[in-house]
């Protein structure tokens, strides 16, 4: 059998005054120190044996971990809880503004959804206008530049609904009716107020007076010409507030409706035969209009 191996005790720990024993040995007559095997245990140096001991001055103070992380202390406590506000002050007002504008976005899209139906159901149409005739009076005297006119003139207008099935339309009061020349105003007067059925047309009578009218010596030369030739040019032009209804419970808000028509007589005194060369009408609030 193999010899068993016990572990050699520790020597007791050596003074800072107490000289090695290495160096005792010899001195003693000793024999020499034995050598160290496997088995022999590590010297540990005296300084690991005792706690390092602190600086002069200074004191260790244990607080627990959750106190210093989690309460503040007693004159900040105030403003902590109104820092650690803030975060849900504000997750409030960005869900707030996300729903408002969820529901605008909503709303709009709602409107757009019924204007569309609208329109597939009743395909509104502009109505159209035409001048049917004019009666002149106060141009037709060969008369200088520089002299005042004061004409009158009285227009047959034709408002034309027939392209409407379904849409009425109502003029509304306010509205007026100018005839100028060559940019020059000649006369004006009021647009009456009716209300026009679907597939309606409406011939009416515009009185318009003119006071004080005063022409170019261009304008009175490019006048007496065009009235020797027979086609004398006049634009007759409308502002007229108009509202549509459709069927009998749908109404929409009021618009103004411009109209113009370039018109050409033969005369310029008494009942003219007029030549309509073209009308347009500009609604540009109702989208559906041209």
């Given amino acids: ?12 720990p050596r003074l800072p005054d107490q000289p090695p024993a290495d160096a005792e040995a010899p001195a003693t007559g000793a024999s020499a120190p034995p050598t160290e095997t496997e088995t022999t245990p590590l010297r540990v140096h005296p300084s690991f ?16 971990k959750d106190q210093v992380l989690r309460v ?19 997750r409030l007002l960005r869900a707030a503004c996300c729903c408002c504008c969820a529901a605008l976005l909503l709303l709009l899209l709602l409107a757009a959804a019924f204007a569309g139906a609208v329109y597939l159901v009743f395909r509104p149409r502009a109505p159209t206008f035409s001048v049917a005739s004019l009666s002149i009076r106060g141009l037709g005297a060969a008369l200088p530049s520089s002299a005042a006119l004061s004409p009158e003139i009285d227009a047959a207008v034709r408002a034309d609904n027939g392209a ?24 004006a007067g009021p647009w009456p107020a009716f209300r026009q059925a679907p597939r309606n047309v409406t011939v009416f009578a515009a009185a318009m007076r003119g006071q004080g009218v005063r022409l170019t010596e261009e304008q009175a030369g490019r006048l007496a010409a065009e009235r020797a030739a027979g086609a004398v040019t006049l634009a007759v032009e409308a502002r007229v507030p ?42 540009r609030p109702l989208w559906w209009w041209w």
């Fill in 1 to 12: 059998m193999s010899d068993r191996v016990h572990p050699v005790p520790a020597p007791p």
């Fill in 49 to 64: 044996n005792r706690p390092p001991s602190p600086p002069p001055g200074t004191y260790i103070v244990q607080v627990p």
């Fill in 72 to 90: 503040p202390p007693p004159d900040r406590a105030r403003r902590y809880k109104k820092l650690a506000a803030r975060p849900a002050r504000r």
């Fill in 164 to 187: 409407n099935r379904k849409v009425g339309v109502d003029y509304r009061g306010g509205g007026s009716v100018t005839v100028s020349y060559a940019g020059q105003r000649l006369a």
């Fill in 242 to 283: 108009v509202r549509l209804r459709f069927g009998k419970v749908l109404r929409t808000w009021t618009v103004d409706v411009k109209a113009r028509c370039d018109v050409a007589v033969d005369r310029l005194e008494g009942d003219a035969a007029a030549v309509n060369r073209g009308c347009r009408v500009k609604v």
